[in-house]
């Protein structure tokens, strides 16, 4: 059955094509807001929140895009958001705690690159850390970044060789060694 | 520069950037479910009349639409002047000068999606061009979403609003320069059947400037 079938009998109040909508669709969901997130909890939530937006919003799908990347455009909404706000108030507790910054570990601290990356992604503006994820990880194109961000092809393009940019400066000692 | 081996090196391991568990479908399914039961409740204690009963009304719709047009551009344009005393806020204690600012800040980007949101359905009803409309859109969906993210939406019925209203402007940011009839008139039914335009003209303060002199 395909995505317009499936949205038809939604809208016709199936509950078993809700269901079947979900599972079509929860892992590419999952994924993404995991990789954004890195946290079991709040990837969930914000998989949770896309589902119960989408269902909400599902009559005013067009279908000029694919379902996948509707949900998709959902999904890093809120997950952008969120990761916003959990941001703001651990910056709040470390200036309270006085604790200093965190992923900034000395050189002899750092085992491998993947960590070194790791820690390089998380400290992207948000806006190329999601093209870099919804590209580089998780191979989305540039279209389907456009259409979920909302921005041109042009501009995810573009934000994605600066966050190339700023990784390989970041990790430019592995290139020496 | 950098050489190729580290650029595929950065490749592989990116694979591993918080690689995902496997997906608790049934766990987050069954809250999904229970979410919506609970909101499907909340919304039946004030069920919203359906908008289809006022449609023998629609002239006199449009006639409300274009009044709001005027108001709503009026609001955009007008050259605000103090109100001899500021008006309260309505949260039953004097709010801090933070708190104030968001609501300023809120009332403000309320009034203004209300006012593009009624030019842009009355542009859609006369066929106009939609082509100005989707980068205006993108403006305002970026004042929503830094609005989401702040003390502004602590307030659940705002946060509603908000969202609902962040799925329209992101709609309208979507639009290509010649988009369909069809998806254009999904857009405008959307709006009306989830009530945002009549929510946002609630939110709206009435007057030349409620929030004038909060701070």
Redesign the interface.
Known sequence: MDDQELIGRVLAGDPNAE?AL??AH??RV??LV?????D?DR??DY??ET???A???L??F?G??ALSTWLG??AI?IA??GL??VR?LRDREVALDAVPPMGRMTPEAEPD??VR??QA?DGLPDGYRAV??MH??EGYTHEEIA?SL?VHPGTSKAQLFRA?AR??DA??D??KE | MLDDRLDDQLRDAAKDYNDPPETPRDLMWERIVAERAEKTDRSSVLPIRPLRHLRPLWWAAGIAAVLALGIGLGRLSINRTPLAAPAPIATGTTPRVGNAAYQVATAEHLSQSEAFLTLFRASVRQGGNEQLASATARQLLATNRLLLDSPAANDGKTRLLLQDLELVLAEIAQLTPQPRSRDLDLITEGLERGGVMSRLRTAVPSGPSTTQGAL
């Not at chain 1, 995991?34 to 890195?38: D, E, H, K, L, T």
């Open positions: 269901r979900y599972d929860v892992d999952f994924r995991y990789r954004m997130a890195g079991l990837a969930q998989t949770q589902f119960i937006r269902f909400a919003r009559r005013e067009r000029e895009a455009s959902i909404s952008l958001n916003r706000k703001r690159l993947k990356l790791a992604i870099f994820v580089d990880v259409t909302g190339r990784l390989r990790l430019a592995f290139a």
